[in-house]
Structures are given as structure tokens and as C-alpha cells.
């Protein structure tokens, strides 16, 4: 064989065949025991499918050429959410909320907001006052002489698609999450000069009977420090990562004190490129919680009614894939592959 310069030696394979056999599954979640993900597909111009594990075989949910991606802040995230039968996604093009019923039409999705200037992106549904809840940003004042767009907190009525302002005066918002009682709202917020991985706060608030949100407080956050991914427990008090200790270690409010669940110089976040990241693979169930490290290192667990942490040591050997989140007493795990898989390692 002749001497080739590297790089120039000659290939079967082009590059366009490379990317168009590739399959990248993003964006997981979790549903009632049902596994959801978005799926790219580079052969139709990277369109983002939803897609569905059902008896243990790969559903496409969303058909060509909806594309499921957000671009509120421009990097998007929490694109779609889902509840039983119940799909609600942000379509690419359009930027508008769609809903699904597979058990309808699975190829008919129908809008749910109108055209406009507006995007929206991590969505949750309040289905108690049968709405949605999302960060939307407004494009209708941009001009070039004001390029910043409005990010608020809203809640669109599913039926009507009718919109309501819930919290405002922020430049950005993310993680809007619901209380397990569906009584408040927790949120995070940021403005410029900073980026959420330097300074970002946690706030919450009562959902009154017309369902705004009343008696807001700020829990944690400032100009130095960071909070990332808050949740609610099932006693309804909030769990989340600061980087309050140089670390982002988790913590818990409740009433008036904030208690740090595990002091570690290891981190429970990550840069908060884009909304509804979860990196830090932390999720509550029940009672208990689990925690892995972002760089996917230690598992730690708790329970509800203690403050300690400990490694759950048998659990670590087994944690060969990303955690994807709880469901009750089952920690759920998917295994990155063409074939996804689903995985259950029972808490006891």
C-alpha cells in the first residue's frame, strides 16, 4: 500500500453515511412507569422525534414534519411533557404548543396556542385547572434598538388556549414545577448581567382559586450564588442544589430554614445551558430521594424524614448508564444505545 499523507486515506464510508446511521436519544423522561424520549433523526434534517417505549418496542409518537424542539433563549429544553395518554410538545417551525392523544389520532397533533411572536419551553401541566405552565418569550417589542426579548411565567389553558401572565420582571425564567398538593408553584429566575451556573434564584409562591400566584418568596439564590433544580418532596417542601458552599451540594427548605442534605466537595449540578436540564440526575420518589454526582460518580441516598446522606454502595456498582428518575420505588435507568432498554433497580 502506497504512503498516504494522514488524514486524506481513502474511505468506504462518507461522513453523510456516518451521521445519517446515527441514532442520539435525548431529553428523557419518565411517565407512569412509561419511558419518553426525544430521538434526532440527521436523514430528515436533524428532526427531533418524540418517541415511546411500548411493550418493549420503539414508538414514533410525533410524525414527519413535526419537530419537537424549543428555541426560547435560543438552546430550548423541556420541548414536550406528558401525562397518561396526554402529550403536549413545541413544534420547531412554528413555535407553537401542540397536543397529542395517540389514542385519537396518533398522525392528527392539534395547536393549542396561536401564531404569534411567542415561544415557549419547559413546559408542565397543571392538569387540576386543566392548563399548562411554561416559561414563553416574547418577541412582539424586539426591535434594534431593543433586542432583549420578554420572558415571563405563564399558564395557557388547555382548551381554549387562553394565556395568563403568573410571574414577570425577571429576564429569565426556567423550572416552574407544580407542588404534589397543586396548591404552589416553585421557580427560578436570573437576570442580566449573569448566567444561571453563577447566579440564579429560588422562589415560591400559593396558587390562590383564580390561579394566580400570591404570597411570593424568595427561598435561596442571589448575585453569588447559584440554585439549580429544585423539586418537591412529598411532605411539599423543597429540595434543591446551591453552590451557596462553593460546591453545588444539595439542600432542603423547610418552613423557614434551609438544611443542607449532604455537605461534599463533589457536584450535584451542572450549567444550566438550556431549560429543564437535569444533569445532575437528581429526582425524588415517595418518600426517598437519590442523588448522583454530575460527573456520574457517587450515588447517595435519603430518606424524607432524615437529613443524612449515605452511599448506597451496591447501587454505585450498578449505575452503568444515566439515571433517568424515580417512579416510587424504582430507580429507572436507560441504557444509551440504539436499542434503548429499560432498566428498573429497586430501592429496599
Not at 396526554?86 to 385519537?104: G, H, K, M, S, T
Not at 434598538?145 to 426556567?174: C, H, K, M, R
Not at 397543586?182 to 442580566?192: E, G, I, K, P, T
Request: include cysteine; proline fraction near 7%.
Amino acid at each position: 500500500m502506497p504512503n498516504i499523507p494522514y488524514g486524506s486515506w481513502p474511505s468506504p464510508l462518507s461522513a453523510k453515511q456516518v451521521i445519517d446511521t446515527s441514532c442520539s436519544p435525548v431529553d428523557l423522561s419518565i411517565d407512569r412507569g412509561r419511558l419518553y424520549w426525544l430521538e434526532l433523526r440527521p436523514q430528515e434534517n436533524s428532526r427531533l422525534t418524540l418517541m415511546s417505549l411500548i411493550n418493549n418496542a420503539p414508538v414514533e409518537l410525533t410524525p414527519s414534519p413535526f419537530n419537537v424542539r424549543s428555541r426560547v433563549h435560543e438552546y430550548g429544553g423541556g420541548a414536550y411533557t406528558t401525562s397518561g395518554n396526554q402529550i403536549f410538545f413545541c413544534n420547531a417551525e412554528d413555535q407553537r404548543i401542540y397536543r397529542l392523544d395517540p389514542r385519537v389520532n396518533l398522525q392528527q397533533p392539534q395547536p393549542i396556542t396561536e401564531p404569534g411572536p411567542f415561544r415557549y419551553a419547559d413546559i408542565q401541566l397543571d392538569l387540576n385547572r386543566n392548563r399548562l405552565i411554561c416559561v414563553r418569550e416574547s418577541h412582539a417589542e424586539t426591535s434594534k434598538n431593543n433586542p432583549y426579548p420578554i420572558n415571563q411565567l405563564v399558564a395557557i389553558d388547555i382548551d381554549t388556549g387562553e394565556q395568563n401572565v403568573l410571574v414577570s420582571g425577571a429576564d429569565f425564567y426556567s423550572s416552574p414545577k407544580i407542588s404534589p398538593n397543586h396548591q404552589a408553584l416553585c421557580w427560578l429566575s436570573w437576570s442580566h448581567p449573569h448566567m444561571p451556573w453563577d447566579a440564579a434564584e429560588l422562589h415560591q409562591g400559593q396558587i390562590n382559586s383564580d390561579g394566580l400566584i400570591v404570597n411570593q418568596q424568595h427561598v435561596a439564590g442571589s448575585d453569588q450564588e447559584s440554585v439549580f433544580q429544585p423539586e418537591w418532596d412529598m411532605n411539599g417542601e423543597l429540595v434543591f442544589v446551591s453552590d451557596r458552599s462553593g460546591w453545588w451540594n444539595l439542600y432542603r427548605h423547610g418552613g423557614e430554614n434551609i438544611q443542607c442534605l449532604y455537605d461534599a466537595q463533589m457536584e450535584f449540578g451542572r450549567p444550566q445551558l438550556e431549560l429543564a436540564v437535569v444533569g445532575n440526575h437528581f429526582g425524588l420518589a415517595g418518600f426517598q430521594g437519590l442523588a448522583v454526582s454530575a460527573e456520574l460518580g457517587p450515588m447517595v441516598r435519603f430518606e424524607g424524614g432524615h437529613c443524612g446522606l449515605k452511599f448506597v454502595d451496591p447501587l454505585r456498582a450498578r449505575l452503568e448508564f444515566p439515571l433517568v428518575g424515580l417512579d416510587f420505588d424504582a430507580v429507572l435507568i436507560v441504557q444509551r444505545a440504539v436499542n434503548l432498554k429499560l432498566a428498573h433497580v429497586f430501592l429496599t
